[in-house]
C-alpha cells in the first residue's frame, strides 16, 4: 500500500521561503514521476511541479523561477523548495505519485 506524507508547511511571510517534503512508502519509489498540486479555497486543485523517474521537471508558468521540484531517491522522498512566495501562492499543497497517489495535504499559508 502507497502512503504519503507531506510536511514542512506554514504561515511564512510575503517573499519568504519553505520547503515541503513528501515522505513515501510501500512501493519502488524511483522508478515513478511525482508531482506537487495546490488547491486554495474555491478554486481547483491546480499542478504546480513534477519530477519524473530519470529527474526531468516541469512547472507551472506561476511559479518557474521561484519553485524547485528535486527528489532523493535514496530517501524515497520528494520536496519542494518555495522561494519568493507570494500571497496568491496560499493553498494546501499535496504530493502526489503517478498512477493516482495523494498525501493528506499540507497547509501553506502566505501573508502580505
Known amino acids: 500500500q502507497v502512503h504519503l506524507v507531506e510536511s514542512g508547511g506554514g504561515l511564512v511571510q510575503f517573499g519568504g521561503s519553505l520547503r515541503l517534503s513528501c515522505a513515501a512508502s510501500?512501493?519502488?519509489?524511483?522508478?515513478?514521476?511525482m508531482a506537487w498540486y495546490r488547491q486554495a479555497p474555491g478554486k481547483q486543485r491546480e499542478l504546480v511541479a513534477v519530477?519524473?523517474?530519470?529527474?526531468?521537471?516541469n512547472y507551472a508558468d506561476s511559479v518557474k523561477g521561484r519553485f524547485t521540484i528535486s527528489r532523493d531517491n535514496a530517501k524515497n522522498t520528494v520536496y519542494l523548495q518555495m522561494n519568493r512566495l507570494k500571497p496568491e501562492d496560499t493553498a494546501v499543497y499535496y504530493c502526489?505519485?503517478?498512477?493516482?497517489?495523494w498525501g493528506q495535504g499540507t497547509q501553506v499559508t502566505v501573508s502580505s
Open positions: 502526489y505519485r503517478e498512477r493516482g497517489y
Open positions: 510501500g512501493s519502488i519509489f524511483s522508478i515513478y514521476a
Open positions: 519530477i519524473s523517474s530519470d529527474g526531468s521537471t
